[in-house]
């Protein structure tokens, strides 16, 4: 079974500063696709990026972008520029390769963002 | 965009009554839809997954007689939580994916309290 851990519960970021939210995942598939989902305090799930496996370049969308490296199954998200409406909790998350195959999540890692 | 409406936002009811929780695609067909659970400070965890046209499909644990869910057309996904309980009081979210280029969108989900 496939399973996705986010060994950081807590992240502190300075505003403007970078920071870097860890993810790694388990599975055996060779196709498949990892997201970034933030919530903020209002609980909607909001997509911040999302990677297909078969492709080698890193998935960017402005100030959010990610490292993936497939071989170590390491997915982690870096947040340039923090604002403070980046405040929120963040959740990676796995797809099998089905297009309807189910949404795995991580335990989610809670950033705070300092002025 | 891709929008799923999810309603009510918020409901309280009272031990031993029935709730229906209502999950719209509005701008997309949706053949099939998920049913997730949160707990606060936790991820979300997968109830069901809603299939147009037949029986939904539960994870393990989860009590498909409580649970009842009907996906009757390609835009509406309904989840009953019957003769509801306190330990059922929590956050449901339904999602649903536009399209094979997209990630799953989401509800904005429902806060169940059963008093």
């Known amino acids: 079974a496939q399973t996705v851990t986010q060994s950081q519960p807590e992240m502190s970021v300075q505003e403007a500063e970078t920071v870097t939210l860890s993810c790694t995942y388990d599975?055996?598939?060779?196709?498949?696709?990892l997201f970034w989902y933030k919530q903020p305090p209002s609980r909607q799930m909001i997509l911040v990026i999302r990677?297909?496996?078969?492709?080698?370049q890193n998935a960017t969308e402005n100030r959010f972008s990610v490292n993936f490296q497939k071989a170590a199954k390491s997915f982690s998200l870096k947040i340039s520029d923090s604002q403070l409406g980046d405040a929120a909790m963040y959740f990676c998350?796995?797809?099998?390769?089905?297009?309807?195959?189910?949404?795995?999540f991580g335990t989610g890692t809670l950033l705070a963002v300092q002025p | 965009g891709a929008v799923v409406s999810q309603h009510p936002s918020r409901v309280i009811c009272k031990s031993g009554t029935s709730v229906k929780i209502e999950c719209r695609s509005l701008?997309?067909?949706?053949?099939?839809m998920f049913w997730y659970r949160q707990f606060p400070k936790q991820s979300l965890m997968l109830m069901a997954t809603?299939?147009?046209?037949?029986?939904?499909?539960?994870e393990q644990g989860v009590e498909k007689d409580k649970f009842l869910i009907n996906h009757a057309s390609l835009t509406l996904s309904t989840l009953t939580v019957t003769s509801a309980h306190p330990e059922d009081s929590s956050f449901y979210i339904c999602?649903?994916?536009?399209?094979?280029?997209?990630?799953?969108?989401f509800g904005s989900g429902t806060r169940l309290t059963v008093v």
């Open positions: 999602s649903a994916i536009p399209g094979a280029l997209y990630g799953y969108t």
């Open positions: 599975t055996s598939e060779s196709d498949y696709y």
């Open positions: 990677q297909e496996a078969y492709k080698q």
């Open positions: 998350a796995y797809q099998g390769g089905g297009a309807t195959n189910k949404l795995i």
């Open positions: 701008d997309f067909q949706a053949t099939t």
């Open positions: 809603s299939n147009e046209g037949s029986k939904a499909t539960y």
